[in-house]
């Protein structure tokens, strides 16, 4: 688990491929509970590293149709199950499955269902699951006389090993927990009377052992309880780090060393048996329906000039001899021809009439909107009246915005009515398919400050206290706690002086930059030419509506999917009341 199974994993992917790297393994698996939020940034990093990625999802299961939403608690409302994307394909029924769990069986936690499994088994493995599967809490408490109980076992692991086959595993696993040990003798004894291969792997939270206490400190915050609050959850014991080859061959004490050795081995048989390749940069971008038979390049050059005569109707000195209605002056000509040339050899002609067509739909309905940023330079964004400054009159430069040596998707930001914002982006969603259309998500992360105060919280330390703790911390954008306590701060100081206070910035700055929510971004919006969960997994924010992307912006981008910035301000608000 990475940090982005939010408030229980405590694991930044760097550092868990790092650690991978260090133990010498070539492979690692990523099994965040019920998303993918961390997949591209996973399989970027691990690439790099030169290690396998195996893009993983720890599902919830729901007992029985993911649309029936009556479990008293959330124990009884789904099971967890283990899924591996082995190639391309299982990657992308991870997609459907993280996106449906959501948007369709979220019930305290998004779920899935065996009928969704049964519709997106293809290139997927499957592992029976941690304690908290339908597998092992069918074995809990269980003796070999309790034949019910095995009798249900024996009816999980046929249903998914018909579904799966040779892709079906038992999962067991010691993390020192008696529970564990508990079902692990009757796992194996399960898998070799069914003829199931079992698999030995690694439940793990955080990185390093001594990552336990920060974890333990993550879980007090998601639950909202204190820290010596005995019935509160906890782990029960510090061994769910990334353990090395040697230790999980050391684990299992007390069972059969072949067995456990053939387990251990068998979980670098699977990784070696998954090859994943997400072709990233590939570009998913719509097209623009052209009317007349004409380009997309001939239809932007079109718009362009008619909206330069509008734009110059007043200015003569932007035709030539200054006859109004006549010939453009060279100057505009030369300045949209090598605009236009960049555009049409970088393959972004529709990228500017999809951005034109909206702007133009909330002018005519009378929504104010106006470029922010380096598109600003660019004629061609006047000229579709997406910007209201002239590049020529104040000398602005368009290779700013777009260069011929610089392959990234041109990034126009508009502006729009805080208030009828919504309306625009409607719009888009009809015109090109609501299913093609979604806002992007964001983590919120602890910061500085935030990681002090849930920290505190968590401490049972008074919260006047930990104000005045956190007003050390120096008003500067950004900074971190290791700034914030450089020697001779004030910061510094008060852990010098206090035990306490050392102790709560210590555990602070041991969980401070992981994830810590999941938000809608205030701006991005992201159009593709397909449905987007071909592309990308989608999920709500609790208590919303509005989709959103599982990714934030930069993995959509790398993805390959074209992202547009509908940014809400309050200024253009006033100034379209002004106008009425």
Not at 172 to 201: H, K, S
Not at 343 to 372: K, M, Q
Request: charged share 25%; glycine share 8%.
């Amino acid at each position: 688990h990475s940090h982005y199974s939010l408030l229980d994993g405590a694991s930044p992917i760097e550092r868990l491929v790092g650690r991978t790297v260090e133990l010498g393994m070539n492979a690692l698996a990523i099994t965040d509970h019920g998303n993918l939020h961390g997949a591209v940034e996973f399989y970027t990093a691990a690439k790099a590293a030169g290690i396998n990625p195996i893009i993983g999802y720890e599902a919830y299961i729901a007992p029985g149709s993911r649309f029936q939403k009556d479990a008293g608690c959330q124990k009884d409302s789904s099971y967890h199950l283990t899924l591996l994307a082995r190639d391309r394909t299982g990657f992308d029924n991870l997609l459907q499955l993280a996106t449906k769990a959501y948007l369709e069986g979220f019930y305290f936690k998004p779920r899935i269902d065996r009928e969704l499994l049964e519709q997106h088994a293809e290139g997927l493995i499957c592992l029976s699951g941690c304690l908290s599967s339908e597998f092992s809490r069918a074995l809990i408490g269980t003796s070999r006389e309790q034949r019910e109980s095995l009798a249900q076992a024996r009816d999980i692991v046929g249903w998914f090993r018909k579904l799966f086959g040779d892709r079906y595993f038992i999962e067991i696993q010691d993390n020192g927990l008696d529970v564990q040990r508990q079902i692990t003798d009757v796992a194996l004894e399960l898998a070799r009377e069914m003829g199931v291969p079992p698999v030995a792997t690694c439940d793990c939270h955080y990185v390093n052992r001594e990552d336990a206490e920060a974890q333990d400190i993550l879980l007090c915050v998601n639950t909202g309880r204190f820290r010596n609050d005995t019935s509160r959850m906890r782990m029960d014991s510090s061994e769910f780090y990334l353990k090395s080859p040697a230790e999980m061959h050391a684990a299992f004490e007390g069972l059969d060393r072949s067995t456990i050795t053939a387990a251990v081995a068998r979980s670098q048989e699977i990784a070696d048996s998954v090859s994943i390749d997400l072709d990233l940069g590939k570009r998913h971008f719509p097209g623009f329906d052209v009317p007349g038979g004409r380009t997309a390049s001939e239809e932007l050059r079109r718009l362009c000039l008619e909206g330069l005569r509008e734009r110059y109707a007043a200015t003569p000195k932007r035709w030539v001899d200054g006859a109004i209605g006549g010939d453009l002056h060279a100057d505009v000509m030369d300045r949209l021809d090598r605009e236009l040339g960049v555009i049409d050899t970088l393959g972004f002609a529709s990228y500017f009439l999809i951005v034109w067509d909206f702007v133009r739909h909330a002018r005519e309905c009378g929504i104010p909107a106006a470029a922010r940023g380096s598109g600003v330079g660019a004629l061609v964004a006047y000229s579709l009246y997406l910007s209201h400054v002239c590049p020529l009159e104040y000398d602005l430069l368009f290779e700013r915005f777009l260069d011929i040596n610089r392959r990234e998707a041109p990034d126009i930001d508009i502006d729009f009515c805080k208030e009828r914002r919504g309306e625009v982006i409607d719009y888009v969603k009809k015109k090109y398919g609501a299913a093609n259309v979604a806002q992007i998500g964001t983590f919120g992360t602890l910061a500085a400050r935030a990681a002090i105060r849930d920290v505190g919280r968590a401490l049972g330390m008074p919260v006047p206290r930990v104000d005045q703790i956190v007003a050390l911390v120096p008003d500067q954008l950004g900074i971190s706690l290791e700034e914030a306590t450089a020697p001779g701060s004030q910061l510094a100081a008060a852990c010098e002086a206090d035990q306490e206070v050392q102790e709560l910035v210590d555990l602070a700055g041991r969980i401070e930059g992981l994830a810590r929510n999941v938000g809608t971004h205030a701006a991005a919006v992201v159009i593709a030419d397909r449905p987007l969960v071909e592309y990308v997994p989608l999920c709500r924010v609790t208590g919303k509506e509005e989709v959103i992307t599982q990714w934030a912006m930069g993995d959509v981008e790398r993805a390959g999917l074209m992202k547009m910035d509908f940014l809400g301000l309050r200024y253009l608000t006033e100034i379209g009341r002004a106008h009425v």
